[in-house]
């Protein structure tokens, strides 16, 4: 049990709670000072499993690509609403696979999510190092296939 790993995850959930809460007062902070601790300490392991030097780094890394996801989600929310509420708009349902370069079952797991919470393309399924997508249209798939998300995930985990 490292106390540096089970520190680290409280202070991320803890920061969540109040943001998330948005209550300031002592019996607010206090359950999320208690929540946190409990949670923290049984699974900090959980966000911790590398044991290497460069926890610093990727975590970094990954404050910094969370920025550039949430700009994607937006411009996905954009465009499905667009083709929902425009009839010109094409829904050509599809599914896409592809190689992925990614190696850890960590960055698999990173981009297959990225790639859920974008509106309009789901992970249906990974079988080894290929990925099967449902894309609502070929530009959503275009745009995956094209590779700029798996870049910036094998970028946070050092894969590149």
Not at 28 to 45: L, N, P, R, T, V
Request: hydrophobic letters at 50%.
């Amino acid at each position: 049990m490292n106390i540096k790993d089970i520190i680290t995850t409280f202070i991320i959930l803890f920061t969540f709670w109040v943001l998330l809460s948005a209550h300031f007062d002592l019996f607010h902070i206090g359950s999320g000072i208690i929540c946190c601790a409990i949670i923290a300490f049984a699974s900090h392991d959980l966000l911790f499993q590398d044991t290497g030097n460069h926890r610093l780094t990727k975590t970094v890394r990954f404050t910094a690509y969370l920025p550039w996801l949430i700009y994607q989600i937006v411009l996905a929310n954009i465009d499905v609403a667009k083709r929902a509420l425009s009839p010109s708009m094409p829904i050509d349902p599809q599914i896409v696979s592809f190689r992925t370069k990614l190696k850890s079952e960590v960055a698999r797991t990173a981009f297959a999510n990225s790639i859920t919470l974008t509106p309009g393309t789901v992970t249906v399924d990974i079988v080894d190092d290929i990925f099967y997508v449902h894309a609502i249209a070929k530009e959503p798939a275009d745009d995956l296939l094209e590779g700029t998300m798996e870049r910036k995930i094998a970028h946070i985990f050092m894969e590149d």
